[in-house]
């Protein structure tokens, strides 16, 4: 690579480390679409992943219904017959949408392979947003999760999210654009006792996300990390599904000697509360709808975001500290936050 092309593409410089600061301590939260700003994408391909319930099922219907050419991915897919992937199609064609259902496991490369080739085809070439939503809730403390457990949440929150981006990135750089969201959690920047494995999978993809937004500045693909605090998604029940699944290989000494913190840990599977989670599908929208290169890399999403709004300033000062200077300079500067 030529000293011209480590130079970022498409993009404008933001400034010093406080700019960015300043950025992160005002992010703005998700709103309500204002119905004359309603945003067309119909020159925009979508691909989702995880699209059978919650965040990107909605998603999903949301940019459809603004035009976009959707292409939902879920496991399990039964050659079309899943009744999730049927009722997405049945909407699809009710409402004249452009929405496709293709299968993806994002714990199986050759199905990540096959499906997203299938969604470029579908496409007709690079993919213009990849939003990586896959994700499994799992509670319980560290020393209870065993080896299973561990690698299954591994897998499908952050590994699966690398094998997604892995695969639509070339074509994104030789067409020299392109967006991939990642939806973390407020738990990838804030922790808590007996959640601790899903903590360590969203603070994986808040460090590997935000490092690759550097490392593609000079390509002009923008990376966003979405942060959800808690919503009443599907992922709650499958969460105390996964729980009890576990609870059934724990060892007894084990179960005894964490007795009071399996009790908290059950707690977490409470619903998620009574926010709307139509402010994920109206984020992501909205920052589509941005100029390439003034996307912010991170957008908290809740009525009340303040500890994340918080962890994200302090670590948007550390890293300007880091990298506003010498060879990183340049593509520091050409991602938002």
Known sequence: MS?????????????????????AMVAPKAAAQDAATVPNFSDKSVLITGTSSGFGRLTAIYLARLGATVIASMRNF????????????????????????????????????????????????????????AGIGLAGPIEV??????????????????????AVLPKMRASGEGQIFNVSSQLGRILLPNIGMYCATKFGVEAMFETLAYELAPFGIDITIIQPGGYPTKIWD????YFEDLLARVD???????????QM????????????????????AEIIAMPAGKRPLRRPVHPNTAATDNANAAMSQLQAAVLSNGRYASWHAAVTD
Do not use: C, W
């Not at 010093?16 to 300043?22: F, H, I, K, R, T």
């Not at 579908?122 to 993919?127: C, N, V």
């Not at 059950?266 to 992501?284: L, S």
């Open 3 to 23: 000293d011209n092309s480590l130079q970022p593409n498409r993009r404008a410089l933001l400034g010093g480390a406080s700019a960015l600061a300043a950025a």
């Open 265 to 284: 840990a059950q707690g977490f599977f409470n619903g998620g509360g009574a926010t709307d989670p139509m402010d994920v599908p109206h984020a992501i």
């Open 145 to 166: 999760n065993d080896i299973e457990a561990v690698k299954q949440i591994f897998e499908t929150n952050l590994f699966g999210y690398y094998r997604m981006a892995h």
């Open 78 to 133: 039964d050659s079309g017959n899943r009744p999730e992937a049927k009722e997405l199609l049945q909407i699809a064609g009710d409402e004249n949408l452009k929405l496709s259902v293709v299968e993806i496991d994002v714990m199986d490369d050759a199905l990540v392979a096959s499906g997203v080739t299938e969604a470029e085809a579908i496409a007709g070439g690079a993919i213009d947003v990849l939003v990586n939503n």
């Open 238 to 241: 499958n969460g105390a599904r």
């Open 252 to 262: 007894d000494e084990r179960k005894e000697a964490y007795g009071g913190h399996l």
